[in-house]
């Protein structure tokens, strides 16, 4: 029997959890707290117990729990925007959220901030990491009124980005769900 991996792996999520706690305590000041200190001392045994493939999540959630404080450090790219888009799309169509949440990495310029964290939200959600989509979706909310949207705009932004990516949009709505430049 294969040993469950991601979100069906109880050492994940609870990895996963310690990870998101402590981007919260760093976001409130509190990054070098001993309450700081006890997360991470309290993440050495789930993490040992991690395949490669899950340290690597957790690494990504991390890297992509930057937005959440405005220090996300996008990944390098060959990409220009155009091939970005056109990846992006592509793997939204597919229903890659693995892929789509790597493309957002790479920082396209083509999306609002709240767009970014929408779609990080879902597909987190898609991964079953139910916690951490709720929190881009909540910075996403933030984001968009910080931005001056109305929200019944985020609203059906969220709507629309859940509806393709679950795929009971109608087929090639979903590169239209992607901004135009």
């Not at 117990?49 to 992509?64: C, F, N, Q, T």
């Not at 169509?93 to 990495?105: E, K, N």
């Not at 009124?145 to 932004?157: I, Y």
Request: aromatic residues 8%; glycine residues 6%; negative net charge.
């Amino acid at each position: 029997m294969a040993r469950p991996m991601f979100a069906e792996n109880p050492a994940f999520v609870e990895e996963e959890r310690l990870t998101r706690d402590l981007h919260l305590l760093n976001a409130q000041g509190k990054g070098e707290s001993e309450e700081a200190e006890a997360i991470a001392e309290a993440s050495e045994e789930p993490w040992n117990s991690l395949s490669a493939e899950e340290r690597a999540r957790i690494h990504a959630v991390s890297g992509d729990l930057y937005m959440l404080t405005g220090e996300e450090i996008y990944e390098k790219t060959e990409l220009s925007q155009e091939q970005l888009r056109a990846a992006l799309t592509e793997a939204w169509q597919r229903g890659d959220a693995v892929q789509v949440l790597s493309l957002l990495r790479k920082g396209p310029a083509f999306l609002k901030a709240y767009e970014v964290a929408y779609y990080r939200s879902v597909c987190y959600h898609a991964l079953g990491h139910v916690e951490t989509a709720r929190l881009f979706h909540g910075h996403a909310d933030k984001l968009a009124a910080d931005a001056g949207a109305p929200q019944a705009v985020s609203q059906f932004l969220m709507t629309a980005i859940t509806d393709l990516f679950n795929g009971s949009a109608r087929k090639g709505a979903a590169a239209k769900a992607m901004p135009a430049a």
